[in-house]
Structures are given as C-alpha cells and as structure tokens.
C-alpha cells in the first residue's frame, strides 16, 4: 500500500505561481511513475504531468512552458511548479503513484483556485 499526501494548494491570483508537493509513503518510490492529475469542476480528471523512474517527462499541451515536474528520490516526494496561472488552471490537482506492477495509488488531492 502506498500513502499519498499532496499540498501546496492555494489560491492565486492570474499570473501567479505555486507548487505543489506530492510526499509518499514506503519504498520503492524511486521506481515509480509519478503523475499529476486535475479535476476541474463538471469536468473529467485528466493528465497535467508525468515523470519515469528514469525522469523522462510528459505534458499537456495547455501546461507546457508553464509547468515543470520534477522528483526527489530522496525525500520520496514529486512537485509540480506551476508558473504563468490563469483561471483555466483552476481545479483539484491528484497525485498519482504507478507501480512497476501497474498498480496505481491516489491522493486526495489538493485544491488550486486562480482568481483576481
């Protein structure tokens, strides 16, 4: 069983930045997909960032440029640095912890909300 536990959520103004952190539980991390999801409201979970066990990465055409993902195997934690915030960035972002097995573990979630 994996723990996860996000935060870093907030609110922002357009424009603005924040970064989230995803911490998880147990070993093995450093063998692990790591994933960044958003829900937007009436809207379906989808995919904003991925990073490999080998680091590469994966992201949604409307976040590229804007945001990075990264991980440290050390602190067995992922993070989202978000820049350049607009109000379409405004949802409840998941982490999402894929085994080499493909079993996947969720989070939560923490709450980003982009407004003046």
């Known amino acids: 069983q994996v723990q996860i536990r996000e935060s870093g959520g907030g609110l922002v103004q357009p424009g603005g930045s924040l970064r989230l952190s995803c911490a998880t539980s147990g070993s093995g991390f450093s063998s692990y997909a790591m994933g960044w999801y958003r829900q937007g409201p009436g809207k379906q979970r989808d995919l904003v960032a991925l990073i490999t066990n080998i680091r590469s990465t994966i992201y949604a055409d409307s976040v590229k440029g804007r945001f990075t993902i990264s991980r440290d195997n050390t602190k067995n934690t992922v993070y989202l640095q978000m820049t350049s915030l607009n109000v379409e960035d405004t949802a409840v972002y998941y982490c999402?912890?894929?085994?080499?097995?493909?079993?996947?573990?969720w989070g939560q979630g923490t709450q980003v909300t982009v407004s003046s």
């Open positions: 999402q912890a894929r085994r080499p097995s493909g079993s996947v573990y």
